[in-house]
């Protein structure tokens, strides 16, 4: 009598394998996500977590060469940015984002743009028709003669494709819509997506063709699929922004070819995606004066934009005050009220405070601290603040302003943007064309205003 093979479960969401059928995900959280992997399902699982049977000796790492890695420019300076630079010939790049913000037409513009440089692209869509991207590329201005479009959704077929051109860049759009005919589960099942990246990866690094990968996001804003996906991938981007704005912005998690700390700001116009031009504009009005309205100064990378913090304070009707916050951090604001409170007396537990990054900029450093206090005071007392003035500055429990990094290539960007004035905790070496007022605590502050 044959031996029964062992059973294998996997959740959809995040991948996670058990000997049983599980109610609720250990590793994702996520119910009745658990299915039986059929007996193929389990060969190609296999396939692809083999380890190679050849002898590998260790080397002292000081007799291993560097390699040299070559770029492309993408001739996109936003997206070159991000990307560290370039392109990396053999590399495989994740991009995703919530539907409608633009990544699909923010590649097939970067394909356009390569394709004008002679290279052969190849664009494949899972989601349209060859006709509908052919639309889409007529608005955006990138109908090129190396410039091909596949309509397909096996896997199979792409690789034959691959074969009967030489691509240098690959564009898959999106992942979850493409399936192997080796499984017998449908397009954007765990197994399948780990099985097309596995595949995917392994062509990029033996022929050196560049390739991007479109991929959905869940409900929590991750990349829907498992987290091997992200793992095996090289660099990972996420595109954020809202439909209904102008601005979108790349922002790279992972790059195993250059920083994660640079973003990448585009503006939608009539035309695609363009790179934005004139970026400071964009995040600040330089109208009049209106309570709760503050400018600072935060770095994205080695950039440094100015942006509008807005805070509204109104008596509330509730016993419990509400506190809500828009690109900034909530339990940070609440630090910010509870010291407020204590050192400046200001009633705030009877009144709801809300704060708003203009823009759609999420601020993740603490140099916002000292905007977000005179935008709060400045709500709170209904006083202006000059539009020609900004707020640089780390607040700490005790009421401490705190000098931040990269001050003078922040009040240099101030400066170019008009602007005369700053309060800062320390005097810096040069600030040419603004007038710096130093403050080292919060209760000093007061006297600005």
């Known amino acids: 009598m044959a031996k029964k093979k062992a059973s294998l479960f996997e959740c959809q969401h995040c991948g996670e394998q058990s000997s049983k059928w599980l109610g609720k995900c250990p590793s994702c959280g996520s119910w009745e996500s658990f299915i039986e992997l059929n007996s193929d399902q389990q060969e190609v699982l296999k396939q692809i977590s083999k380890v190679s049977t050849t002898t590998s000796k260790a080397q002292s790492i000081t007799q291993i060469e560097q390699d040299d890695i ?4 993408s001739h996109d300076p936003e997206f070159d940015l991000v990307l560290g630079g370039g392109i990396v010939p053999g590399s495989l790049t994740l991009i995703g984002g919530s539907p409608g913000v633009g990544k699909s037409t923010l590649l097939l513009k970067i394909a356009g743009n390569i394709a ?7 664009y494949v869509s899972g989601e349209e028709s060859a006709g509908q991207i052919k639309l889409r590329a007529t608005r955006l201005d990138a109908n090129e003669e190396n410039l091909f479009l596949l309509s397909e959704i096996k896997l199979e077929e792409i690789q034959d494709e691959l074969l009967r051109q030489d691509y240098e860049v690959v564009i898959i759009d999106s992942i979850q819509t493409i399936y192997s005919s080796l499984l017998s589960s449908s397009p954007g099942s765990v197994s399948q997506v780990r099985e097309i990246t596995f595949e995917l990866m392994r062509k990029a690094k033996e022929t050196d063709i560049s390739i991007f990968i479109i991929g959905h996001i869940t409900k929590d804003g991750s990349i829907a699929g498992p987290r091997v996906l992200e793992h095996m991938v090289d660099t990972v981007l ?14 790279a998690f992972k790059n195993r070819f250059g920083s994660t700390s640079e973003i990448g700001i585009f503006e939608m116009t009539q035309e695609g995606l363009m790179s934005a031009k004139d970026i400071a504009s964009k995040f600040f009005d330089r109208s009049k004066p209106q309570s709760g309205s503050a400018l600072t100064v935060a770095m994205e990378g080695s950039r440094a934009l100015i942006l509008e913090v807005q805070a509204l304070v109104t008596e509330s009707t509730y016993p419990n005050p509400k506190r809500s916050t828009t690109g ?14 204590k050192k400046l ?7 709801d405070v809300f704060i708003n990054i203009s823009g759609g900029i999420k601020i993740k450093e603490s140099s916002a601290d000292l905007a977000v206090i005179a935008a709060i005071i400045s709500s709170f007392r209904d006083r202006p603040i000059s539009k020609e003035s900004v707020f640089i500055g780390e607040v700490s429990l005790t009421g401490e302003i705190k000098d931040v990094y990269s ?10 943007q008009g602007i005369t004035k700053a309060i800062i905790a320390t005097k810096p070496k040069s600030s040419p064309g603004i007038k710096c007022f130093v403050v080292d605590e919060v209760p000093k502050m007061l006297e600005l205003f």
């Open 70 to 73: 070559t770029r492309f420019s």
């Open 116 to 122: 004008k440089t002679k290279k052969k692209v190849l």
């Open 238 to 251: 996420y595109f954020e922004g809202e439909s209904s704005k102008e601005i979108r912005m790349l922002r």
């Open 328 to 341: 900034f951090d909530l339990n940070r604001l609440n630090m910010l009220l509870a010291l407020l409170e």
């Open 345 to 351: 007396d200001l009633p705030l537990n009877h009144y």
């Open 407 to 416: 001050n003078e290539i922040r009040l240099r960007e101030a400066g170019v």
